[in-house]
T-cell receptor
């Protein structure tokens, strides 16, 4: 089975801190995605990547950046955390652009105080 | 108007009944449609995908797609309490993009 692992299940940070959310997949998938999920707003795409060192903006990239130095690892960075970035963050991967099935990690609930 | 819309719910059905979940999408070049199930406190998991008009059946689940009317639905037959979850509709606008736009989800409760 595909496994997508997110480094933290719960995270509490202070406003202005730099925050790193890590995601690792073990099935050699090309595509990786970062979503955030908020009540009433559903799942919204922040950034995605089709290949190493490659990234594309999703629907809500403001305040975030990403890094993909290795194929299996996709990091989401909050340069200066703000309270409106308190959310559930979900990492996902898919095999390639044709195979669109998403495999999700267990999520990181981030609270910014 | 959102690109992918679902009935806000919650939807409650008795055990053994048919649960019907609906999703409409905006008029873009849409090719692929997915239903994910998300249990409370868990991450979404894919349960159905459908690519062409008509019905697709997998066990107790049937996905229905009507591109002319821009809707996709999920029927769950013989609903069980274990089906109680939030169901997310997702649309890929381009088969080569590999990225999905999600609806807000419909919460289903199956009562014993």
């Amino acid at each position: 089975d595909v496994k997508v692992t997110q480094s933290s299940r719960y995270l509490v940070k202070r406003t202005g801190e730099k925050v790193f959310l890590e995601c690792v997949q073990d099935m050699d998938h090309e595509n990786m995605f970062w979503y955030r999920q908020d009540p009433g707003l559903g799942l919204r795409l922040i950034y995605f990547s089709y290949d190493v060192k490659m990234k594309e903006k999703g629907d809500i990239p403001e305040g975030y950046s990403v890094s993909r130095e290795k194929k299996e690892r996709f990091s989401l960075i909050l340069e200066s955390a703000s309270t409106n970035q308190t959310s559930m963050y979900l990492c996902a991967s898919s095999l390639d652009r044709v195979t669109e099935k998403l495999f999700f990690g267990s999520g990181t609930q981030l609270s910014v105080l | 108007q959102k690109e992918v819309e679902q009935n806000s719910g919650p939807l409650s059905v008795p055990e053994g009944a048919i649960a019907s979940l609906n999703c409409t999408y905006s008029d873009r070049v849409s090719q692929s449609f997915f239903w994910y199930r998300q249990y409370s406190g868990k991450s979404p998991e894919l349960i159905m995908s459908i690519y062409s008009n008509g019905d697709k059946e997998d066990g107790r689940f049937t996905a229905q797609l009507n591109k002319a009317s821009q809707y996709v639905s999920l029927l769950i037959r013989d609903s069980q309490p274990s089906d109680s979850a939030t169901y997310l509709c997702a649309v890929n606008w381009n088969t080569n993009a590999g990225k999905s736009t999600f609806g807000d989800g419909t919460t289903l409760t199956v009562k014993p």
